[in-house]
């Protein structure tokens, strides 16, 4: 029996994550953050935690969790988390905005959350604690790995792979095939063309154009 879920966080990802939340009439029974929520137009209803000792009081077994902890190049603070009450059997809801286009033949793991106007084609599937973000696009047969954050406007071509914990900067271009590997940034802008080493940072190239005289 699912009593509700609870969310965590009180930032700019979990405001998204809580409209979604109420557009889908999936009951909050609060949120968790060390702070109070910053946007209280929509917060302002629901009961505030201040720690994360709260969540322990709600039964594993009747609540889900929602991972509303934004994801930001090599912090491993939402993936600590997700890992963290993981191992406490707590379970995180999986998400999905209705204003997306996602294939019947697709796979979303637990906790992945897919933001509005994202597309993910036939034959992908999209590791756990990860998040498509507003109009990012996976194409067809790629495998994207646990942990991964794919920034608003990003797009992914067919049959790229991607290891845990990689971030797609906004606005990047993964050409097809590619191999990405575990603990990538790909830099805002960036477009990809060949397979990137783990524990690498893909900087966008810089074009310096020449004064005329």
């Known amino acids: 029996m699912n009593n509700g879920v609870l969310l965590i966080g009180g930032g700019g990802h979990a405001s998204v994550l809580l409209e979604i939340l109420i557009e889908q009439k999936i009951n909050v029974l609060g949120y968790v953050s060390p702070y109070l929520a910053s946007n209280q137009t929509i917060f302002s209803k629901y009961h505030w935690y201040q720690s994360d000792e709260n969540i322990m009081q709600f039964d594993k077994s009747k609540i889900k969790l929602v991972n509303g902890i934004g994801s930001l190049p090599g912090n491993t603070f939402r993936a600590d988390f997700y890992n963290k009450y993981k191992e406490f059997g707590y379970t995180f809801e999986t998400l999905v905005s209705k204003d997306t286009n996602i294939s019947r033949y697709a796979i979303l793991e637990e906790g992945v959350q897919v933001m509005c106007g994202a597309i993910i084609q036939a034959g992908t599937s999209i590791g756990y604690n990860s998040i498509v973000n507003t109009g990012a696009i996976v194409d067809h047969d790629c495998s994207i790995g646990s942990h991964n954050h794919i920034a608003p406007g990003t797009t992914i071509s067919g049959q790229v792979i991607s290891q845990t914990n990689v971030h797609f900067g906004t606005g990047s271009s993964i050409i ?3 191999n990405v590997n575990e603990n ?13 080493d783990m524990n690498t940072i893909c900087y966008p190239s810089r074009i310096f154009k020449k004064a005329i005289d």
Do not use: P, Y
């Open 184 to 196: 990538v940034v790909v830099g805002a802008g960036v477009t990809i063309t060949k397979d990137v």
């Open 176 to 178: 097809q095939s590619i």
